[in-house]
């Protein structure tokens, strides 16, 4: 059974909850968020392409084992960045992640995260948010 329609799904869910996250001011939070929603996109784009099964977290690596550049690779590249930095107290010499991250950060987060969601939409022909 091809679970891509389930994964695509979530990831659209934890898009929703990245933006209520922004809303309530909790930036490095929705930052994370916006790296799994993506994760968890490209992750549908594989399954639904026929991969059964990718042993990454980096969305960087996911899009190009999946062959994708441009706009996508850019943007799996920049949201890696959360994927740390915006999870472990000790990703910061000194300090708790969410005093490290601002409202810019995470708008621009979930704009890189709905870039990824846009794609993954358009290849599997689903295109209904």
């Known amino acids: 059974m091809n679970r891509s329609r389930d994964w695509l799904r979530q990831a659209e869910d934890d898009a929703l909850w990245a ?7 909790r930036y490095a939070q ?12 490209l992750k549908a784009l594989a399954l639904h392409r026929g991969v059964d099964r990718v042993k990454s977290h980096s969305t960087l690596e996911i899009a190009r084992a999946l062959s994708i550049n441009g706009e996508v690779e850019e943007a799996a590249k920049r949201l890696d960045q959360y994927y740390i930095s915006g999870r472990y107290p000790d990703a910061f010499p000194a300090g ?3 005093e ?4 810019s950060q995470a708008s621009e987060a979930l704009a ?5 969601l846009q794609r993954v939409r358009s290849e599997t ?5």
Do not use: H, M, N, Y
């Open 19 to 25: 933006a209520d996250t922004l809303a309530s001011g």
């Open 30 to 41: 929705a930052c994370f968020v916006c790296q799994q929603s993506a994760e968890k996109a």
């Open 96 to 98: 708790a992640p969410f």
């Open 100 to 103: 490290f991250f601002t409202r």
């Open 112 to 116: 890189l995260a709905d870039i990824i």
């Open 125 to 129: 022909g689903k295109t209904d948010g």
